[in-house]
């Protein structure tokens, strides 16, 4: 099963430690993980940088992606949470770019995508939540426990509203995060088992390569359908964030 | 957070058994639990994330954010300051083609009323000159009337002293001798009256 190993879809997600740490008993190594969250924090953060550099009045192409992407997130972020849903642009924006470029980084072959751990959007996903939260009650005290108590709704219906919206607000983190890191997960899984097929297909003489085509169009295919699901999962996260976030500054719905 | 606890405890015995082969070799791993649910890998996931993210999240607050958004502010300032350059100048143009038009118009009303003025001084004087000529010619008609009835009355008179004259003359040489004036002039006055 040597052949086998070679094109196992799993094994693209596993972790090895390039260097070593241990603290207290935790293993805090410096992993392939953390190598492609810096690569992903050093790309995105020159790709902005440098293209904006120049300050142009009349943007060229790369200061125009920048800037493109700065009044989505920025557009996406007052549409769903208005004026005062500003104070939140560079978390959301840090998140939508940090998402989009982990997402499409893992895109290239032998690359690793962080965004396939589950621990990994998790934490962000907390990042959301727990701003919600402290926020919400820095701003309204325990006015923002209004949030599980909708208006017109009839006496004897609330105990089981109140119990179906705390329900929805708890899953929120692990939806935000299951969405994501399941995309990304089946996504490439799929990849690399169509393009294993091409591999093990090609082993088995000039039949086999002919026949390999057919897999080899469908992992181009969705190759092309993932780009899509890259950038959708980041709009998709992007785009809860701020209708959390809108939770936050206005409970009282 | 719960599935991967679950999975935690299924996968100690993995772990334990990749504790013992750490750092010499992965395929022992490849046959454990699933990576992304493998427990032991996330404290330095989230270690490294948070130290990334956080400072991915200062880089883009402090440094690239006010950037595109001045970037985007100076371009908005830009056109609304050449929007409202166009509406001045714009406001400009349609003022002066309004000043024209009313110099134009004052300009019409001057004309009219210097033309007015001056038909106006014309007809008065030309009135003036024509009463002024009138009044002459009444006194000149006057005087004139006046000499002739003068002249008449001169006339007048002297037909009378011709008369007188003739009447003597005709009486003397009918009559003879000398006439007496003062008769001769009665009888003529009686004659002609």
């Not at chain 2, 750092?23 to 699933?34: D, I, K, L, R, S």
Request: charged fraction near 15%; include cysteine; glycine fraction near 6%.
């Amino acid at each position: 099963m040597a052949a086998a190993d070679k094109v196992d879809p799993i094994h693209q997600f596993q972790i090895h430690p390039i260097v070593p740490i241990h603290i207290g008993g935790y293993d805090l190594s410096f992993t392939n993980s953390a190598l492609f969250m810096v690569v992903t924090i050093a790309v995105a953060s020159a790709f902005l940088y440098m293209s904006t550099a120049s300050r142009s009045l009349i943007p060229g192409r790369l200061q125009s992606v920048s800037e493109m992407a700065y009044e989505f997130v920025g557009n996406m972020l007052r549409d769903a949470a208005g004026k005062q849903g500003m104070q939140f642009f560079p978390l959301v924006f840090s998140l939508f770019m940090f998402v989009l470029v982990a997402n499409l980084i893992g895109l290239f072959p032998y690359f690793f995508t962080i965004t396939s751990h589950i621990i990994v959007t998790f934490t962000l996903a907390a990042l959301v939540i727990g701003t919600v939260i402290v926020y919400g009650f820095a701003k309204h005290g325990l006015g923002f426990l209004k949030l599980f108590v909708p208006h017109g709704v009839p006496g004897y219906l609330m105990p089981l509203v109140v119990a179906i919206e705390v329900i929805s607000f708890v899953s929120r983190p692990v939806s935000l995060s299951v969405r994501l890191f399941a995309n990304m997960l089946a996504g490439h899984i799929t990849l690399k088992v169509f393009s294993g097929f091409v591999v093990t297909l090609s082993a088995f003489g000039a039949v086999g390569i002919a026949g390999s085509v057919l897999p080899l169009a469908m992992a181009v295919a969705l190759t092309a359908l993932e780009l899509l699901v890259a950038f959708l999962q980041a709009y998709v996260f992007a785009v809860l964030t701020c209708m959390y976030l809108n939770d936050a500054l206005h409970p009282s719905h | 957070m719960f599935v991967t606890s679950a999975f935690a405890q299924e996968s100690a015995p993995a772990a334990a058994e990749g504790d013992t082969h750490a750092g010499t070799a992965v395929p022992a791993e490849e046959h454990g639990t699933f990576p992304p649910f493998n427990a032991e890998t996330f404290p330095s996931q989230i270690l490294w994330l948070v130290i990334t993210f956080g400072l991915f999240y200062l880089f883009l607050k402090r440094v690239v954010m006010p950037r595109i958004g001045g970037i985007i502010d100076v371009r908005n300032d830009r056109i609304t300051q050449d929007l409202d350059h166009a509406a001045r100048l714009k406001g400009e143009a349609d003022a002066a083609v309004a000043a024209y038009e009313q110099e134009l118009a004052e300009a019409k009303t001057n004309a009219n009323k210097i033309g007015q003025q001056a038909s106006d001084a014309a007809k008065s004087e030309a009135e003036s000159t024509r009463k002024k000529l009138e009044a002459e010619l009444e006194k000149k008609l006057g005087d004139a009337e006046a000499s002739i009835a003068s002249i008449k009355a001169k006339a007048m008179k002297e037909v009378g002293t011709i008369a007188e004259d003739t009447t003597s003359a005709i009486v003397e040489a009918l009559v003879g001798g000398k006439t007496d004036k003062a008769e001769i002039s009665a009888a003529v006055k009686s004659a002609t009256r």
